[in-house]
Structures are given as C-alpha cells and as structure tokens.
C-alpha cells in the first residue's frame, strides 16, 4: 500500500477543509522520534511529532488548494524548534469559520487551529507573533522561516530500513 491507496484518497477527498483537518488531527497521538513520515505513514500510524502533524496538514491543504506553508520557528531558550502549517483561509471557510471576522490565515499547530482575538492574522509575520503569544513567556523568538507546503524532507520506512541494512 502506499499514497495511492483507495482509502488514503478517500480520506484526502473527505478533509476538504481546515475544520475537517482538525477533526481528523485530533484522533491521532503526538509522539516524538527521529525522522518524519511521509503522509501516507502517518495516515496509517495516526501518530508523529510536530514535523509529521506539519507534513500532513500541508499535504492535505495542498491537495485541496489552500495556499499552505511549513513554518519552522526558533526559540533562543530551546536548542529545538517547532513547526507550524499557516494557511490562506478560503472564500468557502466562511461557511464554518466561527469567529467574528475571519482572518486573512491560519494556524494548524500539531491538532489544535491557533486563532487570535485581538490581532488580525493578516501576515505570516502576525501568525508566528501569535503564536509565541500563546506560548507565554517561557518562549522567547529567535528567527523562523517561511518555506513552501513540501519543504520538509521525509524517508519512508522502507528506504529508511533499507538503508540500515546496507
């Protein structure tokens, strides 16, 4: 089975919007460990750390034409990061957006949608500010990156294991 399974289609056809995404996220587990899965692995898996939530909610907004993109941010009191999918909401989100206005983007952080009450998420810029917001003081910014939906590199299983083997 891979990316091309009727099923794994199917699902992609079904999550046509942030909030469909979401719901699909929020079955699934956050568990770290080294390397990313490709999005058909952590449809399987239903589990993955910051960077595989991040492939697959790129992947699936791509699919269904949001302007999407991975944001990795920096902190100066962590020695990781974090990555973070901001999206263009579309014409069509109104029908499910629940806030008063609806921005301009989004903020897909591992299964939670970040909003801001105050601030209108007019920029990327106003995404990641709002974000280190809800972090709280602890976090102090350093630098992030504005990358494209598919910029992280990810290894499937397979390869990966047969790379071990050699």
Avoid at 57 to 85: A, K, Q, R, W
Avoid at 145 to 164: D, F, H, I, L, S
């Amino acid at each position: 089975m891979d990316e091309y399974d009727s099923q794994f289609i199917s699902l992609l056809d079904k999550l046509k919007n942030p909030l469909k995404l979401l719901n699909f996220l929020s079955t699934c587990h956050h568990k770290e460990h080294d390397g990313a899965y490709t999005p058909y692995e952590f449809y399987i898996g239903k589990e993955g750390d910051c960077v595989d939530f991040s492939i697959f909610s790129c992947y699936v907004l791509h699919y269904h034409d949001y302007n999407v993109y991975s944001v990795p941010i920096f902190f100066l009191n962590e020695s990781s990061g974090h990555l973070l999918t901001i999206f263009e909401y579309k014409d069509t989100d109104a029908d499910w957006y629940w806030g008063s206005r609806m921005d301009k983007y989004g903020i897909i952080d591992v299964s939670s949608l970040i909003s801001s009450v105050s601030t209108p998420l007019d920029s990327i810029e106003a995404c990641v500010n709002s974000y280190i917001d809800f972090l709280g003081d602890f976090y102090t910014l350093a630098s992030y990156e504005v990358r494209p939906w598919n910029y992280c590199g990810y290894r499937t299983m397979a390869r990966q294991q047969k790379k071990e083997v050699k």
